[in-house]
């Protein structure tokens, strides 16, 4: 018998990916192409989205680009009925745009706060109120967030982070909870350290090393290695797992300390 990965098919959907001119969600919009979606990619330089749907179109796969912020809240329903109009349906959301501020408490003044609990967290909700609308009319949908290794655990001097992937963390809950009468699937990913643009410059420094010392498959991962989570929650293979924090973190946060134990003797 022959391999039938139907269930994991996106022919016929259309999925608009935020933050997808680059890194991650790149690497989710170019997997969900790859599954047969037309991809609508979202992001806030237009440079950016022409690029991402030229790669996707020359690996053979659909894509049109949709340059907003996410953050222009009052605009966000014009823009996602601009899509639907486009594309005659909306399937898939992944809530992907994101930004990080390093910075001790005190010189991360409320604006800095405020500004990454906007894209973070009040984006995230503000994009899901505005696809819910034709997903409940379609009957069906699903909602993807991206979540972190900081939706459930932390670490000093990127405390907006935390508490706003925290909260994508409870907004996926929430969401599901809410939508689930509608046929509507919430979940989130919960990457751990990939290497992206928001992180390239701790190559090279002791924190490149921490990040592998605590990671049981021992390195970095590339943003193609999260696509396939997207794609099987996306897809009709998802259609019962709601509310989920799904991490793909090489294991980072399933254990608390990674120590070399042949040192500590028999009995520690
Ligand atoms: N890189 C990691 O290790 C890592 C780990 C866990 C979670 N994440 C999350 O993954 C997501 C993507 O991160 P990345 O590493 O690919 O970052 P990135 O900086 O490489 O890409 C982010 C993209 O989002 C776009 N963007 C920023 N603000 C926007 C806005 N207001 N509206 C629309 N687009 C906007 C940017 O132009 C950029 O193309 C973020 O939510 C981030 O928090 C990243």
Known sequence: MGVDLTEFSLEGRVALVTGAGRGIGLAFAQALARAGAHVVVNDLRAEFADEACHAIEAAGGKASPAVFSVTDFSELDAAV????????????????AGILIRAP???????????????????????ARACARPM??????????????????????????????????????????????????????GPGYILTEMNRHVLGTPFE?????????????????????????ASDAGGFMTGQLLMVDGGMTSNSLLVETQNLGASS
């Not at 009925?81 to 399937?91: F, N």
């Open 209 to 233: 090393k921490t990040v592998i010392d605590r990671t049981p498959m021992a390195r970095w991962a590339a943003p193609e290695e999260l696509g396939g989570t997207a794609v099987f929650l």
């Open 105 to 127: 408490i005190e010189d991360h003044a409320i604006p800095d706060f405020a500004r990454v609990i906007d894209i973070n967290l009040n984006a995230v909700y503000a994009m």
């Open 81 to 96: 009925d601009a899509i639907v109009a486009r594309q005659g349906r909306l399937d898939i959301l992944m809530n992907n």
């Open 136 to 189: 409940k009319a379609q009957g069906k949908g699903r909602i993807i967030n991206t979540g972190s290794v900081m939706s459930i655990s932390s670490r000093p001097g990127v405390i907006s982070y935390v508490a706003a992937k925290h909260g994508v963390l409870g907004l996926t809950r929430g969401l599901a909870a809410e939508l689930g009468p509608h046929n509507i699937t919430v979940n989130a990913i």
